[in-house]
Each structure stands twice: as C-alpha cells, then as structure tokens.
C-alpha cells in the first residue's frame, strides 16, 4: 500500500487541474500552497482535518481579527470539496467559526480635482517613458472604469485602429468585451503611441501597451509603489471604508460618477444598469447594484428622486 502524498503534492495536483480548466487562482493559489506547506511542516498527515485549518487560519494571518481568519478559511473550502471527492475522510469547518468571510467596504470616490492632481503629478514624474506611461495609466482607468489587472495587459493589438474601443481579453472569470471610449481618452492613446515609437517602444520585446522606462512589461507592484508616493505627495485623504487609498478606487469613481450622472438627468435606472454593468465587466448584475447603497452621495440622490416620485403619486392621488 503505498504512502499517503503530502498535502503540498494534493494542492499542486488540485491547483493544476482548475488552471487546465482556465481558473487563475493567482491570490487563492498562493494562499492554497502556503496552507499545504504549513500543514506539512507541521508535521500533519492523512485527510484533511479541521484542526489544522483553523490552525493555520489564525497562526499564519497578518492580521489577528476573525474577518481575517474567516478569509483564509473560506479560500480553502474549494480546495477541501476537491479532496472530499477522492477521501470521503475529509474534514472541514461547518459554516462560518469565525463568523462572515465577505464585506464590502464604501469606497473612496475620487474628486475630479484629485483625478487631475494625480495625472500632472504622473507627468512630473522623471524619465523619458515614465510620465507618459503613469499618467496615461490613471487617465484610462479613470476614464473607462478598467480593472488595473485589464489595462496593465493590454495589448497595443487590443487598441482599435483609430482607438475608439479596447478589446479587453480574457479578465475576470476569463470574460472578454469591448469598452468603448470618449474621444478625449482616444486622442490620449493616440498620444501615448506617439511617444512610444520616439522612444523605440513601438516594436520592443513585449506588445503589452504599457510600459516600464527599459521597454519591458509595467508591473502592478511599481505601479502601486509609484501610485502611493504621489497619493501622499498629494495629501489625498482616504475616504470611506478603507485606511488608505486604493488605485481600484478610480474604477469604483468611473461607475458612481456615470450613476450619478444618469440619477440626476432621470434617466431609467434599470436599463442602465444593464448596459453599466456589461461595460465594466461585472458577471452579476447586482455588484452594480451595490453602488446604489454602498456610496452616500448616490443613496442621498436616490432619496430624493424617490421623495419627489412619492409628492407626485400623492399629488395625483389627492389632487
């Protein structure tokens, strides 16, 4: 009878299989592999047992809160479905121990005179691609609600001939849709390829349309760091739910700021909805919706409109 494989061999073989299946599992996988290294190190063998995720939930948490904890258990629970399916002597956690694993905090809407801070400041930045490369960065977010993860893998093949719609490939639950976009965001494309091909970028070693002073891919980790020093040089105070201020926060602008815009014309909310939500690439229909009752300034318009509908109907009603 031959020995039972080590729980980092199960996570790898799960872990392969979901990513032949097209999951990316980029944060998950990490986190996965970081449990089984623990489990084995602690020296666990067998099935899966309760005690051991409990334990590597609150040992190996950054922070020491039950929200933490709950997070790390329920990244496990796919993978404990997994080897349920093969060893029926699997144990997991019922429910929640730590209570929920999911919240969404209101997030930061940015003023326009922040937005427009921050693309001058990205322009003052030193070298030669640099500027143009940060401050067209924060100005297609901003101007198309992308996901960061979306624009730091485009292509320059993604943009339009006359750049009037990107092509986003393969994003959230490997989905793909076009993204129209204003013709001031068309001419600061067009803009930015002008002054890629002045610095040999045009034909570099990667097609991506972002790119490092050296011509290779932008990272997510240089644009964070860069995004947070001008953040604070700016003295932009972080407003909502989250400590600090967040590059994602510019998508969550990008549709608050349309929400609001179509609330105060009176436009019909639902249909908008529909064509909000498949523009910026929301699988469910009711993550839009959660602006609605996540962002003061769109609850405050939406009781308005309802008070004023409500003073019609009675006004009929009576009249």
């Given at each position: ?237 972080a407003r909502g739910g989250h ?9 969550h602008s990008f549709i608050c ?63």
């Amino acid at each position: 009878m031959s020995a039972p494989s080590t729980m980092l061999v199960r996570a790898q073989e799960y872990l392969a299989e979901r990513r032949h299946l097209g999951f990316e599992l980029d944060r998950s996988g990490s986190l996965t592999l970081a449990f089984a290294r623990f489990a084995d190190a602690s020296g666990h063998v067998g099935p899966l047992a309760v005690q051991i995720v409990l334990r590597w939930a609150k040992e190996g948490a950054a922070r020491a809160d039950p929200f933490t904890w709950a997070g790390r258990v329920a990244v496990l629970r796919p993978f404990a479905r997994h080897l349920a399916d093969r060893d029926p002597s699997t144990r997991f956690p019922e429910d929640s121990p730590f209570g929920c694993s999911h919240r969404r905090l209101a997030p930061h809407i940015y003023s326009s005179a922040e937005i427009e801070s921050l693309i001058a400041a990205a322009k003052r930045l030193p070298g030669g691609l640099t500027p143009a490369t940060f401050a067209t960065l924060f100005g297609l977010l901003a101007a198309s609600g992308m996901r960061i993860s979306e624009a730091l893998r485009l292509s320059i093949h993604d943009i339009g001939d006359i750049q009037t719609q990107i092509t986003v490939h393969h994003s959230k639950f490997q989905r793909s849709r076009l993204v129209p976009l204003h013709p001031t965001a068309t001419a600061a494309l067009r803009a930015y390829l002008r002054i890629r091909a002045k610095h040999g970028s045009m034909e570099g070693s990667t097609p991506l349309f972002l790119l490092e002073q050296t011509g290779e891919r932008l990272t997510y980790g240089n644009v964070r760091s860069v995004f947070g020093r001008l953040a604070a040089e700016l003295g932009i105070q972080a407003r909502g739910g989250h400590q600090v201020i967040r590059i994602h926060d510019l998508r969550h602008s990008f549709i608050c700021r349309r929400l609001m815009l179509w609330q105060q014309n009176g436009a019909d909310i639902g249909n908008a909805m529909m064509a909000l939500s498949t523009y910026v690439g929301h699988v469910n229909l009711g993550d839009t919706y959660w602006y609605l009752q996540a962002v003061p300034d769109l609850m405050a318009i939406a009781g308005s409109r309802f008070e004023a509908l409500s003073a019609k109907d009675a006004e009929v009603r009576h009249g």
